[in-house]
């Protein structure tokens, strides 16, 4: 293998089809893609005709794109797909294999998703010119209803996203810890799982160890947050990369991953950095984030390259085309509400969420490249998504300015990083 090039990008909420003579910054985007062995990306949504039913609950908003969006997806030259992030479940078991239906009748590579906990984990192999390249993926973000299920002796399993769960322990002083049993104590908040451990269910916790509902908490010398991968599922996610390394020439793995341990949501929580390193040594190249909407830093270790977050690449949310009851019912609206008038009240027309934050608007799309299994060269091209734009336009992508390749290189600093930028580029120099 001499030269592989591999470009990957963030998440692609895509609801608008591409016009047949594209648009102003489509072509340029393109090209780029194009000029790369693989091209990588997440698809933020599921692509059908509402051939599933509406889940309780939803990512965020209830996602779902006709499925010719696929077909502008390929259009920009990505050829290898992740179909694990929380809106996987957005329309039920239905709305999982419809998606991967019409995932196979276009003959898309893709991962993540799959009708038991067995496929969804399992990667898919992209067959490039230079080589075998295969993808794991998986998802910490996402409502438990949206999780494969494994088989067993005598049932099926469940369709649904392969899942990075994690464990979370607050760590606190004495005084924090004292606040959190008296608080626990005058709201009746853990009588259930007590009742448990008087009759021998559950087991009680040690002197050291407390907790508020679903809460755990430590005493400790000083106050901090301790996230740390499900070991089951981790385990899952190395075998996974391991059988991936024996059958592929390069093993990428992509992790869905929201959360953070601060109420920074730039900075990757703990889990994630220990997953993304435990993929590393298991044998994968590359470890491709996405989830916050927002980029987060890049680190290299052990030869591997890891980019905690890709942002956005396509984020059109405002201009999605139907939205179950549970949405107009959350915000107090009638049933018969448009989706452009609940668009406007979730936003307060403009003026509260996405629309105002700028990091959602601007990203990058990172390449590299391989020789003998050896990564030569990282790079970043910028990107914008519009967010002066009009709503019909916001959340497009056209090429953009080195402006959030300064941001992204301090967010890169904390983890040794160094990014020089040069002629609206970054690199990464090896």
Known sequence: MKNMTFIA???????QRIPAEGYEGFEALRDIIRAHDVGFSNLE?????SEGTPAAVSGGTWAMADPR?????RSYGFNLFTTANNHTGDYGEGGVMATIRHLRERDMVFSGTGASLEEASRACYLESRKGRVALVSACSTFHVSSMAGGQSGSMPGRPGLSPLRFTTTYHVTRPHFDMVKELAKITYVNA???????????NPNPEDVTVFGSHRFALAEEDRVETAPLERDMARIEEEVREARRQADVVLVSLHVHETDFDDFAVPPAFLEKAAKRCIDAGASAVIGHGPHELRGVELYRGGLILYSLGNFIFQTETISVQPYEAYANKGLPIDTKVGAYMDRRSKNGTAGYPTQEDIWRSVMASWTMEEDRITQVRFHPISLGMDQPRTRRGTPVPGDEGVLRHLAELSRPFGTEIRIADNMGYIDL
């Open 45 to 49: 949504m599921t692509f059908h005709n």
């Open 192 to 202: 259930y799982n007590d009742y448990g451990i008087k009759l021998g269910y559950v």
């Open 69 to 73: 969006c696929l077909d502008d997806m």
């Open 9 to 15: 990008t963030g998440d692609a909420f895509v609801t």
